[in-house]
């Protein structure tokens, strides 16, 4: 009311962005006959034009199915004929054709190998360089002693992991001793001998039994939550043999891993078929910067035994082997592997190289 008239002002940046759209055909070299579809008034911003309202988003180029990009509003239609590279009508200006751009590979591409030969030994070797880099340790577990069997000591071993956790080898005599009373054990529980190690039952994650003789399995059932690595043949020998302590080792739940001959428990730590004391016995090996150490289960009773081999004096030790070429022969082969340390389950000595 009573305001002066104004007149409508045309939108200057609109008008000077329609011109440049305009002047967009010279150089992309355009017909006469094109100049009718690069109207400015069909662009959203040009003078006159649809306009965006401040409350609607502007309209951005997104990615379309086929890996491209959606063209610009204006150039949809005129981008899909094909310009030459001079062209023949009056006024035309040269244009200049591109090849097609290469489309970028998927996101969702199958991976490349750039070095599929590292995907094999050569990556486990290093593996286990990395292994033997972080600190193994093997612990002596104080047992049982067996007072009526030259009052030998009882020991089972833990192989500290870095990886694996705490890999337990032998877990001593069972209970209740009664059952083995004439052998007048001196029995310990397992879980007091690992905290000695600030160790707990929980903390094992993996059992070897060298073979399954009442003072090597005896407390196997402390460690039910974890797998029992056994060669088969021992198992079934035990199954038959081992009638009055069969409870010890083959009680309801327990989970074997059955083993027929060598194999790898962890990266560095192997069991190796050492048969003679029983059918089915085992040592466990464990690769550490200084060497190969051995806990050698029963393959020996003592460092005396393991030295001597078969020009070992036994009348005093009944039961070390039950084939005697079969023991002569594991002992043999674990002298061949030329191990750093031997440890041995009836004897607190250690056997190193001289």
Known sequence: MGGRHRHHRPDRAGHVRGRLLLDASSFLGACPGDQGRLRPRAHPHAPGGRRRALS??????????????????????????????????????????????????????????????????????????????????????????????????????????????????????????????????????????????????????IVINSHLHWDHCGQNAVFKHAPFHIQRSELDRARREEKKTADWFDFAGARFE????????????????????????????????DGKAVMIGDAAYTADIYREADAADLSRWPGQHSNRKAWTRSLKRLHGMHPHAVHFCHDTRTVAPS
Do not use: M
């Open 258 to 289: 059955l083993l027929d001959g060598d194999a790898e428990i962890a990266e560095g730590v192997h069991v190796v078929a050492t048969p003679g004391h029983t059918t089915g016995h085992q040592s466990v090996v464990v690769d550490l910067p």
């Open 56 to 205: 609607k988003a502007p309209e951005h180029r997104v990615c379309v199915p086929g890996g491209g990009r959606e063209r610009d509003p204006l150039l949809h239609r005129l981008g899909r004929r094909r310009l030459s590279g001079r062209c023949a009508c009056p006024g035309g200006r040269p244009g200049r054709h591109h090849g097609a751009r290469p489309r970028r590979p998927a996101l969702d591409q199958a991976r490349v190998h750039l070095l599929p030969r590292l995907h094999g030994p050569p990556v486990r070797a290093l593996r286990r360089l990395a292994i033997h880099s972080l600190a193994v340790e093997i612990v002596r577990l104080h047992l049982a002693r067996l007072g009526s069997f030259n009052d030998v000591p009882v020991h089972g071993f833990v192989i500290k992991h870095p990886r694996a956790g705490a890999i337990l080898v032998d877990t001593g005599v069972g209970w209740p001793t009664d059952v083995i009373h004439e052998w007048r054990v001196v029995n310990r529980h397992a879980a007091d001998v690992l905290a000695e190690h600030d160790l707990s039952p929980a903390d094992v994650r």
